[in-house]
């Protein structure tokens, strides 16, 4: 398995990656006509890549994509992956044959990408998908992995014909202004990677959701595998289907909703025909599996260096209400200590709704803001809905101005979690 993703100065990448930003419509219209004509003009490389399973969700994406590498990379595989967002580097978000896309590699795509689009608007997420489908197509690799940006009918990831199998992960409430105000809305727009003919796994669904999904893919003749299930035993868990039926241990990734993650990564691996991942591999790929920020317990480094003795440092990626729920659940698996949630969220996310399934567990909140691709809310609103929920709350400024603050408190449990790039922001200021 690859390292974690580590702080590092800037790059030409970077640069690179900053001319394509400022590429970006002046409005954007989620479509597939851009990224089509860009693609056209770099000669397809999406139709040159190996097998390729597709997964699209609300919560559990990058974790069913990090199960599958694990395992297939378990069993000697080559594999490729493209996810998003990133935490601390983009080059987290291409994977060659298992290891972050080199700096050169990346400059070289990205201006092959620049030369092609010939100065048009295209979003930088349309233009950075392109750079990865033609780094992957000129990788040797077994397998593709491809995880959805936004959404997944008008995604820019959309563009194959006939992948080998897709994985709808749980679907929840967010991005609503781009996919609908509803759960059926939002699944039938997760629902666009099906394809007809095609294997598609669905995860364990709200009833709305699963109804949805469940009528695009009959609509549309996609081929539903409904037959696996998981179930939680004393050593780990049992994953079972009429292929297979495995007594497996605990994934390393921290969370009850990681079984179905790894359980939908399993079931995907029974449509990869000529892909044979023996049971060891599978066993193996759960002891190793890593996706950094997810539930992740910190043990050492600059941010736990200032906590006073005694204290527990997590950071977890949650960003909205299902993921609020998976935190709160993990966190009453725990044993009972005074806990302090470090947050800070973007504009577009629904804080109460986020912060209620933590309210009788969290003793504290420090409301934080941060700078990212989009504008995070003001730390203010953030105390204002902790008020609402009745969690005592401040407003403790930057991240690391916030830590100053908390290494005067007694020791307690701190969770840093409501952005992923608040998460990628922590990792990277622990790792200095």
């Known amino acids: 398995m690859a ?21 970006h419509p002046s409005t954007i219209d989620l479509g597939l006509d851009r990224v089509h004509r860009l693609l056209s003009a770099l000669g397809d490389p999406h139709r040159r890549l190996p097998r390729a399973i597709h997964v699209a969700g609300t919560n559990g994406k990058g974790s069913t994509v990090a199960f599958l590498r694990a395992f297939l990379e378990a069993a000697g595989y080559r594999v490729n992956a493209y996810t998003s967002p990133h935490l601390i580097r983009f080059n987290e978000r291409i994977r060659l044959a298992g290891q972050p896309i080199d700096d050169r590699v990346l400059v070289e795509s ?4 620049e030369a092609a689009n010939e100065g048009q608007p295209i979003t930088f997420f349309e233009a950075t998908t392109a750079a990865a489908f033609l780094a992957m197509a000129e990788s040797a690799a077994d397998v593709t992995l491809l995880e959805t940006g936004l959404g997944g009918r008008l995604d820019a990831t959309n ?50 959701a699963e109804k949805a999904l469940l009528e695009k893919a009959a609509a549309i003749g996609a081929s539903i595998d409904r037959d696996w299930r998981v179930e939680a035993t004393i050593e780990g868990f049992r994953f079972l289907s009429s292929a297979r039926s495995l007594d497996l241990p605990p994934p390393a990734l921290a969370g009850d909703h990681q079984l ?32 950094p920020g997810r539930l992740e317990r910190i043990g050492s480094g600059a941010l ?30 725990l044993p009972r200590r005074p806990t302090v949630l470090v947050t800070g969220m973007y504009y577009d996310k629904r804080v109460e709704g986020f912060l209620a399934p933590l309210a009788s567990l969290v003793d504290r909140m420090v409301a934080v803001e941060f700078e990212g691709e989009q504008p995070c809310l003001p730390a203010s609103r953030l105390v204002e809905a902790g008020a609402t929920l009745g969690i005592p709350a401040v407003d403790g400024g930057a991240l690391e101005r916030a830590f100053e603050d908390l290494s005067d408190s007694a020791p307690a449990r701190i969770i840093v979690s409501g952005s992923i790039a608040l998460v990628g922001r922590a990792l990277a200021a622990n790792a200095r």
């Open 3 to 23: 390292n974690r993703p580590t702080s590092a100065p800037p790059t030409d990448a970077e640069a690179a990656l900053r001319r394509l930003k400022g590429l």
């Open 159 to 208: 563009v194959l014909d006939r992948p080998a199998v897709t994985i709808i992960t749980p679907v929840g409430m967010d991005h609503m202004a781009w996919l609908g105000d509803s759960l059926a809305l939002i699944a039938a727009e997760k629902a666009g990677i099906l394809k007809p003919g095609v294997p598609a796994i669905i995860a364990p669904q709200p009833a709305e």
């Open 110 to 113: 990205i201006g092959r990408v």
């Open 260 to 291: 179905n993650n790894a359980g939908a990564a399993l079931a995907a691996l029974a449509h990869l025909f000529d892909i044979e991942v023996p049971d060891e591999a599978i066993r193996t790929g759960l002891r190793q599996v890593e996706w």
């Open 304 to 333: 736990f260096d200032r906590l006073p003795a005694g204290s527990e440092l997590w950071f977890d990626a949650a960003h909205n209400p299902e993921g609020g729920l998976q935190l709160g659940r993990f966190l009453r698996t």
